[in-house]
């Protein structure tokens, strides 16, 4: 029987994934053990062929972006805790805001090494959920929060992180709020929102919001919520700016809370987000907290 199971996305990272394959290969076969190697083709494939060979294998090494990543923990969350392997990542993407929380280093041979050195240490992370959908390290509503997956494919692999650019000031004319109740273990807020992120890591957008480290781990059952209130004019946005680049999770506009899970209630439907894809379109949703719910090597 294979102990491994290696889910390959060819075209994340400009394809780079090609160049590296014979070093990932020979990393996991070491021994002469078998492997099994599935490539994707499209959305689904990696939740699709994690749901199907978890069971079979101890591992599961997934190269890719952090939407690679958020398919494989979907597709093993639909097993029994007892039938998830442990995850191997080699992050390819643009962002890889998972792989920085995880100290995953970002150059591929770097990553399969620490692979390699690491896989005794299997560290437990927290999964949320978002409706029916499960996410690894974020779920956002708002403004700019659905650049990375509008953001078109051929964009990312020519200009990488400057297409995400490109994309958010096309969108500069259409920025809106929501006003949005709030119901979480400290109680309910009622605000009108920019926007917000219901996440377990210490980075989001590229890197562009850090989370506190004294106060994030993802392992302790708890999600941290970033809110952004609405500013009234380019003061108050300035201030939200400022708020958030100097890590200010105090200030007028911008709170910082902790929940094991969140409600959120909407005028209208909104669309979300979930590890940089489309999350889909809520008027009320529920987001909980799986604690511990996987393994990965970092």
Known sequence: MAKSLLIVN?????GKVKTIMLDILTSMCTGGEAVIVCVT?????????????????ERIVCTGGDGTLNEVISGLMTLEREQR?????????TTNDMANSLSIPKIPK???AQLESSLAYRRYLDVGQLGSDYFGYVAAFGTFTNVPFTTPQAAKNTWG??????????????????????????????????????????RVAGGLVR????????????FEILLIKKPRNIIELNE??????????????????QSTKISFEFDEYVQWTRDGEDGGIYKSVEVVNHPQAVRIFA
């Open 10 to 14: 060819p075209v994340s990272g400009k």
């Open 41 to 57: 083709e499209k959305r689904g494939d990696a939740a699709e062929f994690s749901a199907k060979y978890g069971p079979e294998v």
């Open 85 to 93: 392997p442990a995850i191997g990542y080699i992050p390819l993407g």
């Open 110 to 112: 770097d990553a399969i």
């Open 161 to 202: 992180y400057l297409a995400y650019v490109g994309e958010a000031l096309s969108q500069l004319t259409d920025i809106t709020s929501h006003h949005t109740k709030i119901t979480y273990d400290g109680g309910t807020i009622e605000e009108d929102l920019l926007f917000g992120f219901v996440t377990n890591t210490l």
């Open 211 to 222: 989370l506190p480290e004294d106060t994030v781990a993802l392992d302790d059952g708890q």
């Open 240 to 257: 939200c700016i400022s708020s958030l680049m100097t890590r200010n999770f105090s200030s007028e506009h911008v709170m910082l809370l």
